[in-house]
């Protein structure tokens, strides 16, 4: 089964700054999907950014950008130029690409990483 | 962008009633939706995932006869919770996945809903 390990359960970032959380996973696959979900007070999970494994580029969107590292199954989520509105649960996803059965497309998730932001 | 309603946001019931939360994907059709729990500050865990026409599958140590699935269309699941007791108390989001997204298959989360059992 695989894992999905997020080992800062809290982060805080000054306003403008960057911020890199990590995150890193177990599986003897070699494709599979990886995603950055935010979760703000509203309890609304949000996706951030999501890199297909057999993709060397690291996927980029607006502030937000990973870092994919396959070997050491590494993907850290780096928010650049912080908003207040980036303050929130940020949980990093695993999915298989293998289409089997009623399993299939299932999430795993990690603990998730509580991110303030400090005006 | 695809949307994922969950109805009701927030209920609160005594113990050993029956409460159905409902989740309809509002602008897609969902062939796949999964059902999540989610304790105060913790990670979301997977209950179970519903296919539509089919019964669902439980992950292990979800009591099948207490959380009830019904997956009748492909907009909308339903979660029941039998007989709930306080320990039943959480924050239930579900999830559906988009059939027509590609090889991502991305899932589109409600809003979620808290429980609380008195």
């Known amino acids: 089964a695989q894992t999905v390990t997020q080992s800062q359960p809290e982060m805080s970032v000054q306003e403008a700054e960057t911020v890199t959380l990590s995150c890193t996973y177990d599986t003897s696959e070699s494709d599979y999907y990886l995603f950055w979900y935010k979760q703000p007070p509203s309890r609304q999970m949000i996706l951030v950014i999501r890199q297909e494994a057999y993709k060397q580029q690291n996927a980029t969107e607006n502030r937000f950008s990973v870092n994919f590292q396959k070997a050491a199954k590494s993907f850290s989520l780096k928010i650049s130029d912080s908003q207040l509105g980036d303050a929130a649960m940020y949980f990093c996803a695993y999915r298989s690409a293998v289409i089997l059965g009623a399993g299939s497309y299932q999430l795993t998730f990690g603990k998730g990483t509580k991110l303030s932001v400090i005006p | 962008g695809a949307v994922v309603s969950q109805h009701p946001s927030r209920v609160i019931c005594k113990s050993g009633t029956s409460v159905k939360i409902e989740c309809r994907s509002l602008?897609?059709?969902?062939?796949?939706m999964f059902w999540y729990r989610q304790f105060p500050k913790k990670s979301l865990m997977l209950m179970a995932t519903?296919?539509?026409?089919?019964?669902?599958?439980?992950e292990q140590g979800v009591e099948k006869d207490k959380f009830l699935i019904n997956h009748a269309s492909l907009t909308l699941s339903t979660l029941t919770v039998t007989s709930a007791h306080p320990e039943d108390s959480s924050f239930y989001i579900c999830?559906?996945?988009?059939f027509g997204t590609g090889p991502y298959n991305e899932q589109f989360f409600g809003p979620g809903t808290r429980l609380t059992v008195l």
């Open positions: 999830s559906a996945r988009d």
């Open positions: 602008d897609f059709q969902a062939t796949t």
């Open positions: 519903s296919n539509e026409g089919s019964k669902a599958t439980y």
